[in-house]
């Protein structure tokens, strides 16, 4: 069944059997919804909370999440494609063995997050994120850019540093990574 061109507002999502398709939710609550194996396309989302939801297999084309929260969301498995996340707080989220394809996160906090063994990452952009203790472990992190990113701590492979773009900050901070000690 699908949903098409609908406004959902100020409402607790309840997980209906939809597919949604250019639908507006403002201040919508789907935290601990299972949300797995649903299609949303060109819909947009403010002020929504998504927290410990499950999203696993989930498909989002289009869609552009504002001030939203996903703390603790399990997103492995999904599809992203032409999403746009900004200002939007995703700590301690899965995106394991996810598909990501022009996806944009602007201004936003994913610590402590995973991003392990990331199935495609073409033209994903980092602005200004927090990235603190995020796990990168077997995502190649070729032509990424993080240098507006806060990296400290991230975890990676050695092996798929290789074509990331950081500032030499940041080089100093990832050299931990090669056991270095540097002292000045």
Do not use: W
């Not at 939809?18 to 947009?44: A, G």
């Amino acid at each position: 069944m699908e949903c098409k061109n609908e406004t959902f507002e100020n409402m607790i999502f309840d997980c209906l059997e939809n597919d949604y398709i250019q639908c507006v939710f403002k201040n919508v609550d789907f935290s601990k919804c299972d949300l797995s194996n649903k299609y949303f396309e060109q819909c947009t989302f403010f002020h929504c909370d998504f927290s410990n939801s499950i999203y696993s297999k989930f498909i989002s084309k289009g869609n552009e999440y504002i001030s939203s929260k996903f703390v603790g969301t399990n997103m492995m498995e999904s599809r992203l494609e032409n999403v746009s996340f900004k200002e939007c707080v995703l700590r301690y989220s899965n995106f394991s063995e996810s598909y990501f394809n022009k996806v944009s996160f602007c201004d936003c906090d994913m610590s402590e997050s995973n991003f392990i063994r990331i199935k495609k990452l073409n033209k994903v952009n980092f602005d200004h994120c927090k990235l603190i203790r995020t796990d990168f472990f077997e995502t190649k992190l070729d032509k990424m850019d993080f240098r507006t990113c806060d990296i400290s701590e991230i975890k990676v492979k050695l092996e798929d540093l290789r074509g990331l773009i950081v500032t030499s900050y940041q080089a100093v901070s990832l050299s931990t990574i090669l056991g270095l000690k540097i002292i000045d």
